[in-house]
């Protein structure tokens, strides 16, 4: 079975929206951007290194620390150059990858999970969930050894995921296969999958309310009554702290779901999450 420690993450960029008026990526998050909002939450959830697939000379946002970006060769084919690419750039490095666009505000780390492990199946090429009545190739797994072909393909002017799909082995997740236990709780309307294509459904997605997670204090932060878990709403760590009077700064350091140290306010959150913060002088 792949562990989540050999996998990759790779988010297509892609170029300006016509719908939109520019690109996707650099749409504000809650306090940061689409596009820094996927790469980190998919960093945070596999193991392998996370690439940005960009367009040829694409500017692109600020990313999170050690996520890396290569440039398509050729523009304008779609997200099947920008699939090849990516998959090249991993093939030596990791032997699967969760391929997703940056539009997917809701993506949660457990469909991530799910996905890879459908890879438990030596014989499975591609996991690719069939939710919310579409194929979804855009929030799926591929084998990176899968890049040769897919140049092939693009070679033969087959610009389309689905002609991929014929030539390999596909494993369909539908809705009742990706809803077990841990995206059950977290996702139970597959939000994972939405995307924001247009202006309305990128107002309606800031519009929603943040997700819940639990935050503990520890320490001299818990002093004065502060002690014991607290539920509020925030899609990043800065955010968390905020809402239960704390600073993030160099004197705190946050332990997130019991493990990740970390001190970066633009860290996503999801629902599920539990936020511990400590002094870092107080063994952080």
């Given at each position: 079975?792949?562990?989540?420690?050999?996998?990759?993450?790779?988010?297509?960029?892609?170029?300006?929206?016509?719908?939109?008026?520019?690109?996707?990526?650099?749409?504000?998050?809650?306090?940061?951007?689409?596009?820094?909002?996927?790469?980190?939450?998919?960093?945070?959830?596999?193991?392998?290194?996370?690439?940005?697939?960009?367009?040829?000379?694409?500017?692109?946002?600020?990313?999170?620390?050690?996520?890396?970006?290569?440039?398509?060769?050729?523009?304008?084919?779609?997200?099947?150059?920008?699939?090849?690419?990516?998959?090249?750039?991993?093939?030596?490095?990791?032997?699967?990858?969760?391929?997703?666009?940056?539009?997917?505000?809701?993506?949660?780390?457990?469909?991530?999970?799910?996905?890879?492990?459908?890879?438990?199946?030596?014989?499975?090429?591609?996991?690719?969930?069939?939710?919310?009545?579409?194929?979804?190739?855009?929030?799926?797994?591929?084998?990176?050894e899968l890049a040769g072909l897919i140049e092939r393909l693009?070679?033969?002017?087959?610009?389309?995921?689905?002609?991929?799909?014929?030539?390999?082995?596909?494993?369909?997740?539908?809705?009742?296969?990706?809803?077990?236990?841990?995206?059950?709780?977290?996702?139970?309307?597959?939000?994972?999958?939405?995307?924001?294509?247009?202006?309305?459904?990128?107002?309606?997605?800031?519009?929603?309310?943040?997700?819940?997670?639990?935050?503990?204090?520890?320490?001299?932060?818990?002093?004065?009554?502060?002690?014991?878990?607290?539920?509020?709403?925030?899609?990043?760590?800065?955010?968390?702290?905020?809402?239960?009077?704390?600073?993030?700064?160099?004197?705190?350091?946050?332990?997130?779901?019991?493990?990740?140290?970390?001190?970066?306010?633009?860290?996503?959150?999801?629902?599920?999450?539990?936020?511990?913060?400590?002094?870092?002088?107080?063994?952080?």
């Amino acid at each position: 079975m792949v562990e989540l420690a050999e996998a990759a993450g790779v988010v297509l960029a892609g170029g300006r929206s016509s719908r939109m008026g520019r690109p996707k990526g650099a749409l504000e998050w809650h306090g940061s951007t689409l596009l820094h909002r996927t790469a980190a939450l998919l960093a945070r959830t596999v193991g392998g290194p996370v690439l940005v697939v960009a367009a040829p000379d694409q500017e692109l946002p600020e990313l999170p620390p050690k996520v890396e970006v290569v440039a398509d060769p050729v523009e304008g084919l779609g997200p099947m150059q920008g699939l090849a690419t990516g998959l090249s750039a991993l093939h030596e490095r990791a032997p699967v990858a969760f391929v997703c666009s940056t539009d997917m505000p809701f993506l949660h780390p457990a469909l991530v999970r799910r996905v890879l492990r459908g890879f438990a199946d030596p014989e499975v090429d591609v996991v690719l969930p069939v939710a919310r009545g579409y194929r979804q190739p855009l929030a799926a797994g591929y084998r990176t050894e899968l890049a040769g072909l897919i140049e092939r393909l693009l070679g033969e002017g087959d610009l389309r995921p689905g002609m991929l799909f014929r030539h390999c082995r596909v494993a369909q997740l539908d809705d009742a296969a990706l809803l077990t236990d841990e995206l059950a709780r977290h996702d139970p309307e597959l939000n994972s999958l939405v995307n924001v294509n247009e202006p309305d459904d990128y107002a309606a997605a800031v519009a929603r309310p943040e997700p819940e997670i639990v935050v503990e204090r520890f320490g001299a932060l818990a002093s004065g009554g502060q002690r014991g878990p607290r539920r509020v709403r925030a899609a990043s760590l800065g955010a968390a702290a905020t809402a239960v009077g704390i600073t993030l700064d160099r004197h705190i350091v946050a332990a997130v779901n019991g493990d990740q140290m970390t001190r970066d306010a633009r860290l996503p959150l999801v629902a599920g999450d539990t936020v511990a913060f400590l002094s870092a002088d107080a063994g952080g």
